[in-house]
């Protein structure tokens, strides 16, 4: 049957029912939302929730009748499948429904999990609750989507597969704070692209609350207006940019530029550079010199296609493996937290790099690092977000 | 069925997975995809152990 059809039903039935959710055991820094929004949609209904991490023994005498289990990133399908399989081996009379990204993008391999339900995408009924911050008590930020989808169509992003076009726009987020958060974490996929980016950006700034834009902000339309309205606010922890592609650097360039202009230091500003994909090394080692003496944080992002199984396994036909480990070493070895930062010795060695090998090759000296400890605090808590120190890389 | 790709109305020309254009050797065009991230592949990229495509075989898909 139709998963959506069922809902329906469901909608039509008058009994609470106890649900329970769970997120699988993956590394992820952040809360699971969509489960927080659906545990805040059944208690509308009158239903009891739970929500538990990883594979273990519901505390509750009473059994569930469904689980939501939810995924992320395709290469963490494993603890994905092991909680299916736990759950539905211990809980044989509860539904099963997994859902996510991983069961989003890969839904017939997800079908081999043995979940009774895929669901792919959003659940509408769900998304626009308070999510249920209640469940994790230590979590102290609100997570939000003022809209959803994105105008480009990047071949890495699946964005544009799972939400399409500029959706689900919001005008206001106040009453979406939670009450006794201290942060707002957006995480809309291009929110300077939406109709609604000047009435929230004037909302910010009126509340006074700390702020990420946590997928980036888009170098393109950054201009003297945006860069004006984000020095008004409490960015925490760094302005955050993408130079994927070299013919945007123009756009880079000018957006850097831009914010300096208004007050935001180079060291608050981090720019994703995407590598292993469409480039070649020296397509990489270009961006990264060009970052570094525009005075911003270059943080290396290694292309991973949007069907892999496996983590840190594709190499691009245009890459060398010894290349790409080339560019993980030296983030361990000259930069921090994964990240270079435009301290001047590194950028002198980039600018007297004549090629990638020479940028990239930990041979000479390591350059002293003079990086200010406010520059470190935001730099490592970029890195923790991606799992770069607790992987170790 | 006939959107090729996102965005696209016509068959891509280079595979949306590695970057590199279609041709008649090891990057012939595979597919399609639908309700796949990538419509259209190239051999080299389907070739890959750890990518998933539906009417392959993966070694790697225990627990």
């Given at each position: 049957?139709?998963?959506?059809?069922?809902?329906?039903?469901?909608?039509?039935?008058?009994?609470?029912?106890?649900?329970?959710?769970?997120?699988?055991d993956?590394?992820?820094?952040?809360?699971?939302?969509?489960?927080?929004?659906?545990?805040?949609?059944?208690?509308?209904r009158?239903?009891?929730?739970?929500?538990?991490?990883?594979?273990?023994?519901?505390?509750?005498?009473?059994?569930?009748?469904?689980?939501?289990?939810?995924?992320?990133?395709?290469?963490?399908?494993?603890?994905?499948?092991?909680?299916?399989?736990?759950y539905?081996?211990n809980?044989?009379?509860?539904?099963?429904?997994l859902?996510?990204?991983?069961?989003?993008?890969?839904?017939?391999h997800?079908?081999?999990?043995?979940a009774?339900?895929?669901?792919?995408?959003?659940?509408?009924?769900?998304?626009?609750?308070m999510?249920?911050?209640?469940?994790?008590?230590?979590?102290?930020?609100?997570?939000?989507?003022?809209?959803?989808?994105?105008?480009r169509?990047?071949?890495?992003?699946?964005?544009?597969?799972?939400?399409?076009?500029?959706?689900?726009?919001?005008?206001?987020?106040?009453?979406?704070?939670?009450?006794?958060?201290?942060?707002?974490?957006f995480f809309?996929?291009?929110?300077?692209?939406?109709?609604?980016?000047?009435?929230?950006?004037?909302?910010?700034?009126?509340l006074?609350?700390r702020?990420?834009f946590?997928?980036?902000?888009?170098?393109?339309?950054i201009?003297d207006?945006?860069?004006?309205?984000?020095?008004?606010?409490?960015?925490d922890?760094?302005?955050?940019?993408?130079?994927?592609?070299?013919?945007v650097?123009?756009?880079?360039?000018?957006?850097?530029?831009?914010?300096?202009?208004y007050?935001?230091?180079?060291?608050?500003?981090?720019?994703?550079?995407?590598?292993?994909?469409?480039?070649?090394?020296e397509d990489?080692f270009?961006?990264?010199?060009?970052?570094?003496e525009?005075?911003?944080?270059a943080?290396?992002?290694?292309?991973?296609?949007?069907?892999?199984?496996?983590?840190?396994?594709?190499?691009?036909?245009?890459w060398?493996r010894?290349?790409?480990?080339?560019?993980?070493?030296?983030?361990?070895?000259?930069?921090?937290?994964?990240?270079?930062?435009?301290?001047?010795?590194?950028?002198?060695?980039?600018?007297?790099?004549?090629?990638f090998?020479?940028?990239?090759s930990?041979?000479?000296?390591?350059?002293r690092?003079?990086?200010?400890?406010?520059?470190?605090?935001?730099?490592?808590?970029?890195?923790?977000?991606?799992?770069?120190?607790?992987?170790?890389? | 069925?006939?959107?090729?790709?996102?965005?696209?109305?016509?068959?891509?020309?280079?595979?949306?997975?590695?970057?590199?254009?279609?041709?008649?050797?090891?990057?012939?065009?595979?597919?399609?995809?639908?309700?796949?991230?990538?419509?259209?592949?190239?051999?080299?990229?389907?070739?890959?152990?750890y990518?998933?495509?539906?009417?392959k075989?993966?070694?790697d898909?225990?627990?």
């Amino acid at each position: 049957m139709d998963p959506k059809f069922k809902i329906h039903i469901y909608f039509m039935m008058d009994m609470n029912e106890y649900i329970h959710l769970v997120e699988p055991d993956y590394y992820t820094r952040f809360p699971p939302l969509g489960l927080l929004k659906l545990a805040s949609y059944h208690r509308a209904r009158g239903d009891k929730v739970s929500l538990m991490r990883g594979c273990r023994k519901i505390k509750s005498k009473q059994e569930p009748s469904r689980i939501y289990i939810t995924s992320l990133f395709t290469w963490a399908w494993k603890p994905v499948w092991q909680a299916v399989r736990y759950y539905k081996q211990n809980y044989p009379k509860a539904e099963v429904w997994l859902g996510g990204i991983y069961a989003s993008l890969l839904k017939s391999h997800a079908e081999g999990s043995g979940a009774d339900v895929i669901w792919s995408g959003l659940f509408p009924e769900a998304e626009d609750m308070m999510p249920a911050y209640d469940l994790v008590p230590n979590w102290k930020s609100t997570l939000l989507f003022a809209s959803r989808g994105c105008i480009r169509r990047c071949g890495f992003c699946s964005v544009p597969i799972l939400e399409g076009q500029i959706n689900r726009v919001k005008y206001s987020i106040r009453n979406l704070i939670y009450q006794g958060h201290t942060k707002v974490i957006f995480f809309d996929n291009n929110i300077l692209t939406a109709p609604n980016w000047r009435e929230i950006f004037h909302e910010l700034i009126e509340l006074g609350i700390r702020v990420d834009f946590n997928q980036g902000l888009d170098a393109r339309e950054i201009d003297d207006d945006v860069a004006s309205l984000l020095s008004r606010m409490r960015i925490d922890p760094l302005v955050r940019l993408a130079y994927d592609y070299s013919n945007v650097g123009y756009y880079v360039e000018r957006a850097i530029k831009t914010l300096k202009e208004y007050g935001i230091r180079g060291r608050d500003i981090m720019v994703y550079t995407l590598f292993n994909y469409v480039d070649d090394p020296e397509d990489f080692f270009r961006r990264v010199r060009d970052i570094l003496e525009w005075g911003a944080v270059a943080y290396p992002m290694r292309y991973e296609p949007l069907n892999t199984l496996k983590k840190n396994s594709y190499i691009s036909p245009r890459w060398r493996r010894e290349e790409v480990e080339m560019v993980q070493e030296a983030r361990r070895v000259l930069g921090y937290g994964g990240a270079f930062p435009p301290y001047p010795a590194l950028i002198k060695k980039f600018k007297l790099a004549k090629d990638f090998q020479e940028a990239f090759s930990l041979r000479e000296p390591t350059p002293r690092r003079i990086i200010s400890s406010s520059m470190k605090k935001r730099i490592k808590e970029v890195a923790i977000e991606h799992g770069m120190l607790n992987r170790g890389v | 069925m006939n959107r090729w790709q996102i965005g696209s109305e016509v068959p891509p020309r280079v595979c949306l997975c590695c970057g590199l254009p279609f041709d008649e050797g090891k990057r012939k065009r595979k597919g399609p995809y639908y309700g796949q991230p990538y419509i259209w592949v190239c051999e080299w990229c389907w070739e890959q152990p750890y990518l998933y495509f539906p009417d392959k075989d993966q070694k790697d898909e225990t627990i």
